[in-house]
């Protein structure tokens, strides 16, 4: 990579992809190469990360792929990730791209590379792959087994993310509770970073229900910790899970809901749930929309189901009619917008702590997403302040900052 040459870096997919161009951010800076989003500049190199977890995603990122490969003066057009490692010939074969990174050859690149993030929270990859045989999942046969970053080495990126001024760092990786490096489990990693000194909090991405241990329940009370837990559930409904090859049961999960609010009662629990999976009959859909109104969830990720090849559901085709499954995404959308919207008021009239965000946007620690007018000297996007939370118009929750003059700005959240 020559030095001064302008790079810009397109991300599809998930957080775990987003960490990883992140890093590539990172050891793009090391070799003197200029950054840029800036989408009027023409880069001289364009570096596309894709995603393979849904034919959808694919769609995008041929699509960012063949935007980038149009462009003039044309850049040098490099593709990584997921799309790359499950179809390369694809990939190779559109005109334009200059060179297709395999998955070893990009993790060999960014081995140990500190983040560079490109939002004003930090993501911090601790962990890759995954040995688990959801029958629907590819990007476990794309991204190999389980590998866990050194602790030693995650506490050194942590601290430089912090010395440059990061103050929310988000934990991430393919099955982030799974982490294990010699005897530091996940609840391990998370003891020591907390031991860091300074002002900070740590957000954790998705960990698998059956994957939590006392340990970590008893870990997530510590304040630095975000009151904010993403738990794959993926159906609703047992003879479906038994079938997707899930490692729990809805009343393992329920459990596990109960036990996470007896340790932070405020937390906000979310979900992802898989849409139209074959077997999904209306008498699975219905008994998942009942189990959904008998947990304390309070937003869901929602994903129509899609044939990935390789999988062993791939066989099973996709039985669901289009329409189907459209209608029954859009049923559990107004559900989750309602759950939602019943939690956020909970809030309302309260003090929380959030992170800020370019455009008068800031995230509470309890994913709240709210709107600012009013931003004091000296708080740049990044950092932590208190937000008084007023109230949601037209799907938009509206505060104000508070300093340390305000009558609430001493509370303690």
Request: net charge positive; charged share 20%.
């Amino acid at each position: 990579m020559g030095k001064g040459l302008l790079v810009r870096v397109a991300t599809v997919g998930c957080r775990l992809n987003q960490a990883e161009s992140d890093c590539l951010r990172g050891w793009l800076q090391t070799q003197g190469a200029t950054l840029s989003a800036d989408d009027t500049l023409v880069p001289d190199v364009y570096y596309v990360n894709t995603c393979a977890v849904t034919a959808n995603a694919e769609r995008r990122s041929l699509a960012v792929i063949r935007a980038a490969c149009r462009l003039r003066p044309k850049p040098r057009v490099i593709v990584l990730g997921c799309l790359a490692a499950r179809a390369p010939a694809l990939v190779r074969a559109i005109p334009g791209v200059d060179q297709v990174l395999s998955t070893s050859a990009k993790c060999k690149l960014l081995s140990g590379t500190v983040p560079l993030p490109a939002r004003s929270r930090a993501l911090l990859k601790v962990q890759d792959g995954c040995d688990r045989t959801c029958s629907y999942c590819i990007v476990r046969l794309l991204r190999g087994k389980p590998v866990s970053v050194p602790p030693e080495q995650v506490l050194n990126q942590f601290k430089q993310l912090l010395s440059s001024g990061y103050q929310e760092i988000v934990l991430t990786g393919l099955n982030l509770g799974s982490y294990q490096h010699g005897r530091t489990d996940l609840a391990g990693l998370l003891a020591q970073l907390l031991r860091v000194p300074g002002r900070f909090r740590l957000r954790l991405t998705s960990i698998e229900p059956d994957l939590w241990n006392d340990e970590l329940l008893t870990l997530i009370a510590d304040p630095k910790i975000c009151a904010h837990f993403h738990l794959p559930l993926q159906a609703g409904d047992d003879p479906l899970l038994q079938r997707m090859n899930r490692r729990y049961l809805t009343s393992d999960y329920a459990r596990l809901l109960r036990k996470i609010l007896a340790v932070k009662p405020d937390a906000c629990l979310g979900a992802d749930l898989l849409v139209g999976f074959p077997g999904e009959d209306e008498s699975s859909f219905e008994r998942t929309r009942r189990f959904l109104d008998s947990t304390p969830l309070h937003y869901l990720h929602i994903f129509p189901y899609s044939p990935r090849p390789k999988t062993p559901s791939y066989t099973a085709g996709d039985p669901i009619p289009a329409g189907v499954k459209q209608q029954r995404v859009h049923t559990l959308r107004q559900w989750s917008e309602k759950r939602r919207r019943l939690y956020a008021a909970r809030f309302f009239g309260t003090v929380r702590e959030a992170v800020l965000e370019p455009g008068g946007k800031a995230l509470t620690d309890n994913y709240l997403r709210i709107t600012y007018s009013n931003r004091p000297p000296n708080c740049p996007p990044g950092a932590l302040v208190k937000v008084l939370l007023h109230n949601e118009q037209n799907g938009t929750i509206t505060g104000t900052i508070l300093t340390e003059q305000d009558p609430l700005g001493g509370e303690k959240i």
